[in-house]
């Protein structure tokens, strides 16, 4: 694996086993220290940052009601609401600190094809402090943004999820449970 800085950014380049159809994966901030505060309700203490993306794109973080999600910001501003809290898990929720996009070059510009988020989840309500960590996959098209994998905890899960991202486009959305 080698690594390159693309427009600020830093890109790791998998070997061609691990990467499909050429593509790359590329890293951006999640912590809400490292995001831009847009709201915060002082009574309920939910909120929404703004974190970085790439190729124009932006993420949205939610923390409503002790569950986080994403919403995808497109170049134009067109938001794609991922719905984790639905999609992945009802349980209380915190995000890991980075999102893994996966690009493609096309004409010497990086152009977004999916997008993991480990998503950590409190399911068992007898003990609330142990997580499930899931990888959420989504796609990213003009058609359709939205969750179509969800990768329980295993091993080589990191690798299911890249695998799950490089054939996200053709793959249908994830119904709420």
Known sequence: MKSIRFAGLLVLLFPLSLAAAGLESVYTELDPKKCKTLSVDKETGDSEQQCPGVAGYRLKVSDGD???????????????????????????????????????????????????????????????????????????????????????????????????????QGQPCLQPK
């Open 66 to 168: 002790l569950r986080q999600s994403v919403t995808v910001v497109d170049p134009q501003g067109k938001e794609h609401p991922l719905e984790y809290w639905s999609v992945i898990s009802g349980g209380f929720s915190t995000l890991g600190p980075k999102a893994e996009w996966r690009v493609e070059q096309q004409g010497g510009k990086l152009v977004p094809k999916a997008l993991i988020v480990r998503v950590n989840a409190s399911e068992n309500p007898e003990d609330p402090n142990k997580k499930t960590s899931y990888l959420a996959v989504a796609k990213i098209a003009p058609a359709k943004t939205c969750v179509t994998a969800k990768i329980p905890p295993g091993p080589k899960m990191n690798e299911l999820a890249r695998e799950a991202a490089d054939a996200a």
